[in-house]
């Protein structure tokens, strides 16, 4: 049974740090497309950052040097250090993972209070 499990989330001031992680089981994030994405309070669920199984990342314009979506092989784990967090990133985070199926996680709630 593939699992993606997205931890991390918190309450931060504005200005802080956080770093989710996103650990897969029965799925090896080396191979996968695996993304973050976010769904804030009566907005649509948006699309944060990918990382290919080559290592290529791909960010929203809105995180583009705050966040940084990274992978550990060994641990099977794909993590998003998001810093100079505002307000408006106040969201649940999903993590998602793709090797041709799509799969997705629970939410981890991040808050950022200002």
């Known amino acids: 049974e593939v699992q993606l499990q997205a931890s991390g989330g918190g309450l931060v001031q504005a200005g802080g740090s956080l770093r989710l992680s996103c650990t897969a089981s029965g799925f090896t994030t080396h191979d996968a497309i695996i993304g973050w994405f976010r769904q804030a309070p009566g907005n649509e669920r948006e699309w944060v950052a990918t990382i290919t199984g080559g290592g290529t990342t791909n960010y929203a314009d809105s995180v583009k040097g705050r966040f940084t979506i990274s992978r550990d092989v060994a641990k099977n784990t794909v993590y998003l250090q998001m810093n100079s967090l505002k307000s408006e990133d106040t969201a649940v985070y999903y993590c998602?993972?793709?090797?041709?199926?799509?799969?997705w996680g629970k939410g981890t709630l991040v808050t950022v209070s200002s």
């Open positions: 998602w993972g793709s090797r041709g199926i799509p799969y």
